[in-house]
């Protein structure tokens, strides 16, 4: 049997969590027999406090607002074994120092697919039936007589809907978009199972076909090297001049002076973005000037049960890691 006086007391894990959760979350963490540091805020922790609240951490609980770099893993130290985020996006972490490092990740997986699906459609509607700029006309007494042309927009019925990076997310749109009548899918990136394809009748297409030929185009995929300015002059010149494009996947994606120029002059109908470079976007961004442009600050998984689910995920990523067991979101690195 083991002597506890000889022993000495069992070290409690360290973990830092670099932001306030949602409850549930929260209520969870609070539970554990986990040494919790916190950086007890709804801001943004600063760098400095970041790096001096993850010295000696087992595990680290972060959002995708922190920069977790070579300097952050290096400041934590070797004990550093799980690193869990509270989002689905892992572009914010610094993966081959990571995985160098031995450390595990978790991430949100399936748990904000089907809000931040519903938020890309409810983006394109907003933006391709010029929602805000009539609600504004309403307001400003703009609103005068019913008139057969005036804020005319966009329908789906009958168009073509090119998804770019037709993973969990981008499958969850083009489903929901497929009652509206939508004729034709188009698709880049890595193909998803085949009953999905064959029942939306998607084609795979190269990003320039993509361009060319949709009505509507959704961005929904990752930000890597690959698709970092995927989205530049070249691809808003392809664009058909009625068409409509929306962003909810990561900023960097687009080229924002490219995407303002093609706004500006009319090379295509409207953008509506729910992420932005930087966010958030700065109030006096030409952007911002533009009615046919459309700019959410980054809600796309934004619902009281979505973010709780997530809370508990990340919490749960973190105690499972931490355990030696599997995580629930673990990601493959
Ligand atoms: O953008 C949001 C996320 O990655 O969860």
């Known amino acids: ?15 830092f969590v670099t932001r306030r959760l949602p409850p549930e979350g929260q209520k969870l963490l609070s539970k554990s027999d986990l040494d919790v540091q916190q950086w007890d805020s709804d801001d943004v922790i600063p760098k400095e406090e970041l790096l001096k609240g993850i010295e000696g951490a087992d595990g680290l609980l972060c959002l995708l607002t922190d920069t977790i770099d070579k300097e952050v893993v290096d400041a934590a130290g070797p004990k550093l074994k799980v690193i869990s985020t509270l989002s689905v996006g892992f572009d914010h972490l610094a993966l081959d120092e990571i995985k160098q490092r031995g450390i595990k990740v978790g991430s949100m997986q399936h748990l904000s697919t089907d809000v931040t699906a519903e938020l890309a459609v409810t983006l394109l509607l907003t933006t391709c039936r010029r929602v805000p700029e ?20 966009y329908g789906l019925s009958d168009s073509t809907v090119g998804v770019m990076g037709l993973g969990r997310i981008g499958l969850g749109i083009a489903q929901r978009l497929k009652p509206f009548g939508v004729k034709r899918f188009l698709y880049t990136g890595i193909p998803p199972c085949l009953k999905s394809v064959e ?30 300015g995927l989205c530049n002059k070249d691809f808003f010149q392809r664009m058909k001049k009625t068409a409509v ?51 959410l600050p980054h809600i796309g998984s934004a619902t009281h049960g979505a973010r709780n689910a997530m809370s508990v995920l990340a919490v749960n990523n973190l105690l499972k890691g931490l355990a030696g067991e599997v995580m629930p979101g673990g990601i493959e690195l």
């Open 134 to 153: 009539a609600m504004e006309e309403v307001r400003n007494g703009g609103w005068k007589t019913w008139s057969p042309m005036w804020l005319c927009g």
């Open 245 to 295: 494009f929306i962003n909810t996947s990561r900023g960097p994606v687009v080229n924002q002076e490219d995407l303002y120029q093609a706004l500006v002059t009319g090379q295509i109908a409207a953008a509506g973005l729910d992420v932005t470079t930087p966010e958030p976007i700065p109030t006096d961004h030409p952007l911002l000037t533009l009615k046919n442009c459309v700019i």
């Open 199 to 228: 029942e939306l009748k998607a084609e795979l297409v190269s990003t320039e076909k993509l361009a060319e030929e949709s009505d509507f185009v959704l961005v929904s995929c990752p930000l890597t090297p690959e698709t970092a």
């Open 1 to 15: 049997m083991k002597n506890q006086a000889l022993d000495g007391p069992k070290q409690r894990m360290k973990v």
